[in-house]
């Protein structure tokens, strides 16, 4: 399935069918992600029911602490 992620197109297998799978295999190490699939906020429990589909487009954005 090809989609695009933060403006980069990618190809991905179909076992990262929902939101929740794909940032699992981004081993993200942070507690805090905001998600937007075509243009809608996702919140974190949305995230283990909103499937992907060919041609989404997707930004991920994590929050870094500092000062």
């Known amino acids: 399935m ?3 992620v933060n403006g980069q197109k990618m190809e991905v297998g179909d076992e ?3 939101v ?7 081993n993200l190490q ?3 992600v905001v998600v937007e699939l ?7 429990d949305h995230h ?5 589909r060919e041609g989404d ?3 991920i954005v ?6």
Not at 62 to 67: E, K, R
């Open 2 to 4: 090809n989609i695009v």
């Open 16 to 18: 990262l069918n929902r």
């Open 20 to 26: 929740d799978k794909l940032l699992q295999s981004f």
């Open 30 to 32: 942070v507690k805090t």
């Open 38 to 44: 075509n243009r809608n906020i996702l919140t974190k």
């Open 48 to 52: 283990e029911t909103t499937p992907l």
């Open 57 to 59: 487009r997707l930004e």
């Open 62 to 67: 994590h929050f870094v602490g500092g000062g």
